[in-house]
């Protein structure tokens, strides 16, 4: 499995943001994006998955499989907003997105055991605090398995403890596997982790 | 799907999820009309079919907004849309649109042979209004996701999702309130109209989602 870069080109409301990105990631690596507020980080990750049209180059992945043909299909895409109902319990939001997603390694009470959430799945989501939400939306990544993590600023709001669980969370994604691509400020602490400075252009 | 459709369904029933919103509405609507008409029961009994066809109608649209709004607001839709592969899109839509009559346009349905009676209306004329409130109202709805996709990433869409839509809606009430009529009043066909309002249903179901899955392929940002 791979995902490769060429020459890639984003653009922002017809501004260009970034262009002439390469990489490419095997099996077991990491991407650690970082640059100043809007150099595109989040908007590369969006043209990864597919919710953004590319602007210039390509990005491919190779070697999914029928399970996982395209990025969108093999990616959990973990955005600025958790994706989850403030009105339904925690756990009927991640049986939900488990349900919809296809099951995955972990079962949803053993997820949020994983994330330090054990004991609060029947709270309605809009009870959590700030970190207690952005580690349900971790959580999700674990309810469903998909090969590639797309993650966008994922540790935002969450304390020196759950980082460092996110950190082994990411490497046991890796040894397994997997590919992480993470837009950061802060140190996410994956070992061999590859990094792409993103400047503003011009 | 039918996880969509249960947490789209249990959604509506949760505070401000909008199931009873229409049904008040409705209930005002239908409520005032007598009393601007006037105590003339003639004359209510006949444009009753069409008042509760109106009510209907416009209740209908004033939930549509939220349909794909509020999974836009905590990013639940990227993730719908990124489930292509797995799910295309147009059947995440369908079921969306469904979740939605079932639990927002639904209890519309139930209340309208209530509301027929406010209106001094036949039990016969009830019966057939409400019988094509439950065949014709899926079509507004259908037609209504595409306009809520286009209108998505507006922050105050829900008046310009009813202007585009309304127009479209308009066969769906001809045909909805000639059937009605076509029931109590005695010349006039009930059959012919009726098949046409469920052609029209049929129709829309396929083509609402497919709009919709396309404007929200290349509406997200």
């Keep these: 499995m791979r995902l490769i870069a060429e020459n890639l080109g984003g653009e922002r409301g017809g501004e260009t943001v970034f262009s002439g990105i390469e990489f490419a990631l095997g099996e077991g690596q990491a991407l650690v994006v970082t640059g100043p507020n809007g150099a595109g980080k989040s908007t590369l990750l969006r043209i ?10 390509r990005v491919r992945f190779e070697g999914g499989g ?11 895409y973990l955005g600025h907003l958790n994706a989850m109902k403030t ?5 009927e939001n991640l049986c939900f997105w488990r349900d919809f997603s296809g099951a995955g390694s972990a079962g949803v009470e053993e997820a949020l ?46 304390d020196k403890a759950s980082e460092e669980r996110f950190g082994e969370l990411m490497g046991k994604h890796l040894e397994s596997g ?19 400075v993103m400047g503003m252009v011009g | 799907m039918l996880a969509l459709f249960l947490r789209d369904i249990r959604l509506s029933i949760h505070a401000g999820g909008g199931a009873l919103t229409g049904v008040i509405f409705f209930l005002a609507v239908i409520a005032t009309i007598p009393f601007g008409v006037g105590p003339d029961l003639r004359l209510l009994a006949r444009i009753g079919p069409a008042i509760l066809w109106i009510a209907a109608l416009l209740a209908c649209l004033l939930g549509l907004d939220r349909l794909f709004q ?32 079932a639990g927002s346009v639904l209890p519309l349905v139930i209340a309208a042979p209530l509301l027929g009676l406010f209106m001094n209306m ?26 809520a996709a286009v209108a998505v990433a507006l922050p105050r869409g829900g008046l310009l999702i009813s202007v585009l839509v309304l127009p479209l809606t308009i066969p769906v009430l001809i045909f909805g309130v000639s059937a009605s009529y076509g029931a109590v009043a005695d010349p006039d066909p009930f059959l012919q109209p009726f098949l046409i309002l469920a052609a029209l249903t049929l129709f829309l179901a396929v083509l609402g989602p497919v709009a919709a899955a396309l404007a929200l392929r290349h509406g997200t940002d």
């Design chain 2, 122 to 147: 036949e039990p016969i004329g009830i019966g057939a209004t409400a019988l094509t409130l439950l065949v014709g109202t899926p079509a507004i709805t259908f037609i209504g996701a595409a306009g």
């Design chain 1, 87 to 91: 009105a339904l319990s925690v756990t």
């Design chain 1, 178 to 196: 997997g590919i992480v691509v993470a837009a950061t400020h802060l140190p996410l602490g994956i070992e061999g982790a590859r990094e792409l």
């Design chain 1, 113 to 158: 055991e994983t994330l330090g959430l054990g004991g609060i799945g029947h709270l309605p989501f809009g009870y959590l605090s700030t970190g207690q939400r952005r580690r349900a939306a971790i959580a999700k990544l674990l309810v469903s398995h998909r090969p590639l993590w797309l993650l966008d600023e994922p540790t935002a709001g969450l």
């Design chain 1, 48 to 57: 990864i998955a597919g919710l953004l049209p590319v602007a210039a180059g």
């Design chain 2, 70 to 101: 509020a999974d836009r607001e905590d990013g639940s839709l990227d993730l719908l849309v990124l489930g292509n592969n797995r799910h295309m899109l147009a059947l995440t839509v369908l079921t969306k649109c469904l979740a939605h009559w």
């Design chain 1, 66 to 76: 029928e399970d996982f043909p395209s990025a969108a299909s093999a990616c959990h």
